[in-house]
């Protein structure tokens, strides 16, 4: 029977691969196995997480980024979802007190657990070691004694006898209960590529494999003591971001593009627009040969280059978006959407595909990261998402390079401690085209919408 309490709980690592995220998934399984309604969320920018998340849930997961959202706003997204659910499970970015730069503080788990009010469990390995697993859990204490690490969970631990050695001298030498271990499992594993996981909507999920798994952490976690400790006696201040003009987009249809090729897309963004009036109506630029009716389009992140040739040889689809471009229809393009809007993409092995053409340039894919992390870009220019002067805070994250005659819209910057790490310039528009490889999420300031509902509503 569902809980009448709120639980909520940020499930950090000591370090990135310490089996967060399957964790995640499977404790996503126990609990819902147990009538409680889950809510899953996840620390940062990460698409491909949250993906999992809801591919294993049913329910989608939210992200929670103080960089790219203002606190009000987070603790507003935050709060919503959780008012329509008994339990959220928090799923942690990197390790504990890893952020934005060395500021432990600063966009890290422990910044937004200490944030929302809400206790942390701490993932450790238990592979290869006996009672330095205590030194490490004591580090990770006192390294902010004001953070409530309120259990530890046991990783990669299948003999109980090997279990039972790491309990005690954690709970002896670190006084905090240990909430039980995770075995391993061969048949429980999360693929990855370039970009990290492989997308949940690319592959065929057992949904019964993660049952299962489940199902056996309810017998190797105390689950009870984890709801007990998880208890939240107040949901933190915030409110949800208001849209400043909802008559602008009352009636509008927007063509969302999601396939295999484009899938990143916030989901608390599509909520908005949609609260706001805006009708989404998805489309396959892979499988479907022409847009459908709509007054603006999204081409969100994805793998474009993986789908190359298909994009390609989907010529009727590239001229339909031509049509649509040529007619003002205003059309945004991030990331993987605007490798696809550029009139051609050179994969990896260096063979060139045609694409859409609506932007003059050619996007070409490297073996290394061009460009990663957070940054603010401030426009130069009008555009469809800032006017002159205005920024937009986002996250950039991709292989390839778009190299172009088209003027850039944006002055970028990245800084890190306070010191400028990377100045750049990005983001292309022609007509009412707008490509760039920030990610943004629009519950920032929603009125950074306005200029692309109006070149919207321009139409109707």
């Known amino acids: 029977m569902a809980s009448t309490h709120k639980h909520a709980f940020v499930l950090a690592g000591t370090s990135s691969g310490c089996g967060k995220t399957t964790l995640t998934l499977g404790l996503l399984c126990a609990l819902a196995g147990r009538g409680l309604k889950v809510q899953p969320c996840k620390v940062g920018p990460d698409y491909l997480d949250t993906g999992w998340h809801q591919a294993v849930s049913g329910v989608s997961s939210c992200n929670l980024d103080s960089f790219m959202l203002p606190e009000p706003a987070l603790n507003g997204l935050f709060s919503h979802h959780l008012r329509q659910a008994d339990i959220s499970v928090i799923e942690g970015v990197m390790g504990l007190y890893d952020g934005y730069g060395s500021d432990p503080h600063y966009c890290s788990s422990a910044a937004l657990a200490r944030q929302l009010g809400c206790p942390v469990i701490l993932v450790v390995d238990g592979k290869a070691v006996s009672t330095s697993i205590a030194a490490t859990v004591l580090g990770f204490q006192q390294f902010d004694p004001a953070l409530n690490i309120a259990g530890v969970i046991v990783n990669r631990v299948n003999s109980d006898g090997h279990y039972q050695l790491l309990k005690h001298a954690i709970e002896h030498y670190c006084r ?8 391993v499992m061969d048949d429980v594993a999360l693929p990855s590529r370039h970009l990290g996981l492989v997308g949940a909507g690319e592959q065929t999920i057992c949904l019964e494999t993660w049952r299962k798994f489940g199902q056996l952490l309810t017998q190797t976690l105390d689950i009870d003591r984890l709801l007990a400790l998880s208890t939240l006696d107040q949901l933190p201040p915030g409110a949800l971001p208001a849209f400043p003009h909802p008559q602008l987009a009352e009636g509008l249809t927007l063509a969302l593009a999601r396939d295999e090729a484009f899938s990143f897309y916030y989901p608390d963004c599509l909520d908005l627009l949609a609260r706001a009036g805006v009708r989404l109506v998805p489309f396959s630029p892979l499988h479907d040969n022409q847009l459908p009716a709509c007054d603006m389009v999204w081409f969100g992140g994805g793998y474009p280059e993986l789908h190359a040739r298909a994009l390609s040889a989907n010529q009727r689809m590239r001229q339909s978006v031509q049509a649509a471009h040529q007619r003002r229809i205003p059309i945004y393009g991030e990331c993987g959407g ?26 070409q894919m490297g073996a290394r990261l061009t460009r990663f992390g957070y940054c603010e870009a401030t426009a130069r220019h009008d555009t469809l998402l800032a006017k002159a002067g205005e920024s937009l805070r986002g996250h950039e994250f991709h292989y390839s390079d778009f190299t172009t005659p088209l003027s850039p819209q944006f002055d970028c910057l990245k800084t890190r401690d306070g010191a400028v790490q990377r100045r750049w310039q990005g983001g292309w528009q022609s007509g009412a085209t707008l490509g760039s490889y920030l990610h943004l999420h629009f519950a920032r300031r929603p009125a950074m919408l306005t200029g692309w509902l109006r070149a919207a509503r321009s139409h109707l």
């Open 176 to 183: 905090v209960p240990v909430l039980g271990r995770v075995p």
């Open 338 to 363: 605007l490798m696809y809007l550029g009139q051609q993409l050179i994969t990896s092995e260096g063979e060139p595909f045609a694409m859409a053409g609506v932007l003059e340039g050619v996007s």
